[in-house]
Nanobody, 125 residues
Framework: EVQLVESGGGLVQAGGSLKLACVVS????????IGWLRQAPGKEREGVSC????????YYEDSAKGRFTISSDDAKNTVYLQMSSVKPEDTAVYYC??????????????????WGQGTQVTVSS
């Protein structure tokens, strides 16, 4: 059974930091990427960042560059998204998802096959 379980969301003040975690199991692909995507109220779901299963490829959307860092811990089967210098516009439900690619690029929501349930991040001004 494929499972992606996010945690770490919450309420944070603008300029603060938050670290999201995604525990991954049962991915049915030999090579895959794990992405973090988000959906703000009234907006379409969008990509934020991505890391390949071997950790060798990482990608950040412009909105995340310089502020967010994606990483993985193979021993814990966990992918993290360290969010720093957060802004009110970062408020969204954050999802982790898996896609059958060798490396990361600007993959959109439709590229991902398996999703977690999401975790809410709210940034207050």
């Amino acid at each position: 059974e494929v499972q992606l379980v996010e945690s770490g969301g919450g309420l944070v003040q603008a300029g603060g930091s938050l670290k999201l975690a995604c525990v991954v199991s049962g991915i049915p692909f030999d090579n895959y990427v794990i992405g973090w995507l988000r959906q703000a109220p009234g907006k379409e779901r969008e990509g934020v960042s991505c890391i390949s299963s071997d950790g060798g490829s990482r990608y950040y959307e412009d909105s995340a560059k310089g502020r967010f860092t994606i990483s993985s811990d193979d021993a814990k089967n966990t992918v993290y998204l360290q969010m720093s210098s957060v802004k009110p516009e970062d408020t969204a439900v954050y999802y982790c998802a898996a896609a059958p690619f060798y490396y990361c690029a600007g993959h959109g929501p439709s590229d991902y096959h398996h999703w977690g349930q999401g975790t809410q991040v709210t940034v207050s001004s």
